[in-house]
């Protein structure tokens, strides 16, 4: 996945203009984009297919971020998706709540096909 602008070169203002409610994940996503978390998550695979909207790596990602901004149900990860920081680091537009659930009972049963090593 690329990101068109690094997290850590967005400028860091402190004033209520432009304010977001999630500021303070900005330290958490530079990070992410330190160790190259992305890069990680992208080696998983569930046999979905590239040409897909939403890459697995990039729903898992979203669901670490939000996971950290206190969405402890997938339905409170509609507050997020219009969250401009978090659109930019995930690299476009966030994928909808009712999507997460798809998405995981995806990953749940490619789970239980492929036998443990």
């Known amino acids: 996945m690329k990101f068109t602008t690094p997290i850590s070169k967005i400028k860091t203002e402190f004033s209520l203009e432009n304010a ?5 994940i900005k330290i958490f996503l530079e990070y992410l984009e330190k160790i190259k978390f992305s890069t990680a998550l992208n080696h998983i695979s569930c046999g979905k297919g590239r040409n897909s909207l939403f890459q697995v790596s990039r729903i898992l990602l979203y669901l670490v971020v939000g996971w950290m901004l206190g969405c402890e149900r997938l339905f409170h990860f509609r507050k997020l998706q219009h969250d401009s920081l ?6 476009g537009r966030c994928p909808h709540h009712t999507l997460l659930y798809k998405e995981l009972v995806r990953l ?3 789970a239980i096909r492929t036998p443990n090593a």
Not at 20 to 24: D, E, K, L, M, T
Not at 86 to 91: D, P, S
């Open 20 to 24: 977001s409610s999630f500021g303070g």
């Open 86 to 91: 978090l659109k930019r680091f995930i690299g």
């Open 108 to 110: 749940r049963s490619s």
